[in-house]
């Protein structure tokens, strides 16, 4: 709760220096809005009910906004700032998140995840003007008004089966409240971007600045997650629909992103189908998850943190290098090796080759999975993380071995401490959660606190 | 409340979309006006331009703003008339949204949001 305060006291701050409107306003927003996310991390804790029982701060709650404070963090540091709207922009979406993660009722979840995306479509053509950009942030727009209405229609539906609006396990089953659910967890769906939902998505990433992609993949997935698991948690009558539908969309969603990945020559493109591939993997950790009863996820929540530092790093390595293109990445290897490298490491965690965290995350919704007797489930998993070897490794042999290509690649840039620094903190966690593995059980008791 | 009432609700609905819709077209009169009478009736004046036209994205702006204080003032409202019952933290709660509201107003304004050009 005291996060939520935090970052809105840091909005209205920004508001109050833009109605001030002195001069150098571009560093000092960035560093009002930096500093807002750091100290709404060190606030974040499980605290209990709050408002009459309409906030409810647990466990969940905390985990999920340290993710999302994570993920905004190299986008306040990288993003192109003119004046202070940016960052009010994007404090107003975390924000949301926030609130999101925290509400414990349907119309508070509605209004978390309006404020959460609403101004992530103005983002996408605020950071990155030009015609793409424009219709990319109006394409997904519509899709998540789509979300909204589908959203709202389940959330009426359930107010007319249970009577109220209360995040609460509802009475007894019935059509009605089945339809319900079903249709709140299609717009999460639609949120998250699984297959068939998904078109939006290549398009909004490849358009907006890769910054945002990579708070997009990251920390609006985590966000659609969550969103799903609250709503799975409530009666039992929407898991059991959810567990014939899950693996096939899961399945579905795995196999579109990563086919349709390794045909793509815009870098941005590609790893937007590869984001489609992972949120397949983590529906696979869902549907285990409500097989299993509904325990702790720790593994689901392991993923989404292991593929905030690899997709984190792996859009900000795009935009610090300035690669856009398949052809550029011929040689890169040679012209710039430590960012080659680090975009190489990246590659190999989103691949799932130990000992990244990509792959002990990996191996831990599999190994849910096969409890969950989804052993074939697991087989399919398993031949698409090979599908995806081929893009990830192609793009890895492209930058090591290609004979370099003089006029198509952008020059080596020259890295602030800042930004190395920002590199290296994706980095790190990326390794030290791969060769961690009691990570899964230290998370799962952090879910569990204060419940 | 069960399945099969709902589905019934649904099939109802769509169906007398399908008549409604049908019969007009079908008992409805078939001629096309000719002439003047054809033409859409604006205050007596011929129209001047096609009805379908584009507006400008600005007006969209005053829409937003005209929604924003249609809501505010619906929640003014009730407050006024409960005034006498209200706690203070009533008071309170509704001020600081009141606040925030005008630190938004002030905002846009500052930022030339109202201005029409």
Known sequence: ?451 | MNALALWINLALVAGLVAVLSSASLLLGPQRRAAGAKGQPYETGMSPLEPAAGRMTVSYYRFAVLFVIFDIDLALLLPWVLMRDRLSLGAVAAFSLFLGLVALTLAYLWRKGALEFS
């Not at chain 1, 009426?156 to 319900?180: C, I, K, Q, V």
């Not at chain 1, 068939?196 to 490849?206: A, N």
């Open chain 1, 1 to 451: 709760m005291t996060s939520l305060l935090v970052l809105t006291a840091g909005l209205l701050w920004l508001v109050a220096m833009g109605l001030a409107g002195r001069s150098g306003k571009a560093q000092s927003a960035r560093a009002v809005a930096v500093f807002a996310i750091l100290l709404a991390t060190l606030c974040l804790a499980p605290t209990g009910e709050a408002a009459d029982g309409l906030l409810r701060q647990d466990g969940f709650s905390a985990c999920w906004q340290l993710i999302f404070l994570l993920a905004a963090l190299p986008l306040a540091m990288l993003m192109p700032m003119e004046d202070e709207s940016s960052a009010i922009l994007l404090l107003g979406s975390l924000a949301g998140m926030s609130l999101l993660a925290s509400a414990n009722h349907l119309i508070l979840l509605f209004i978390g995840l309006e404020s959460m995306s609403l101004p992530g479509y103005l983002l996408v053509y605020r950071l990155n003007r030009g015609r793409d950009s424009l219709e990319a942030a109006i394409k997904y727009f519509f899709m998540g008004s789509a979300a909204a209405a589908l959203y709202l229609f389940g959330a009426s539906l359930y107010y007319g089966a249970t009577g109220s609006l209360a995040l609460a396990p509802a009475g007894p089953s019935s059509f009605r409240l089945e339809f319900s659910l079903a249709l709140m967890a299609v717009a999460a769906l639609l949120k998250i971007g699984a297959v068939p939902l998904h078109f939006w998505l290549p398009d909004v990433y490849e358009a907006s600045a890769p910054e945002l992609a990579g708070f997009f993949s990251t920390a609006f997935k985590a966000a659609g997650i969550l969103f799903l698991l609250r709503l799975l948690q409530l009666p039992p009558v929407l898991s059991e629909g959810m567990q014939l539908a899950l693996p096939w969309i899961s399945a579905v969603t795995m196999t579109v992103g990563n086919f349709l990945a390794l045909r793509q020559s815009s870098l941005a493109r590609l790893l937007a189908y590869s984001s489609i591939a992972h949120v397949g993997y983590l529906l696979l950790g869902v549907w285990a998850w409500t097989r299993d009863g509904r325990p702790l996820p720790g593994s689901i929540l392991l993923y989404l943190a292991a593929y905030l530092f690899m997709s984190t790093g792996a859009f900000a390595a795009l935009r610090l290098s300035g690669l856009k293109r398949w052809e550029q990445l011929r040689g890169y290897g040679a012209r710039s090796p430590w960012l080659a490298g680090f975009m190489a490491l990246m590659l190999l965690s989103l691949a799932s080759i130990p000992p990244t965290g990509g792959f002990l995350a990996k191996f831990f919704i599999f190994w849910d999975a096969l409890r969950a007797q989804g052993a074939g489930w697991v087989w399919v998993a398993a031949f698409n993380s090979l599908v995806g070897i081929g893009y990830y490794f192609s793009w890895i042999k492209a930058m090591a071995f290609d004979p370099a290509d003089e006029q198509a690649a952008p020059p080596a840039p020259k890295l602030s401490l800042r930004q190395q620094g920002l590199l290296w903190g994706c980095a790190v966690p990326t390794l030290f959660l791969g060769v961690w593995p009691g990570v899964h059980t230290w998370l799962t008791a952090l879910l569990g606190a204060a419940r």
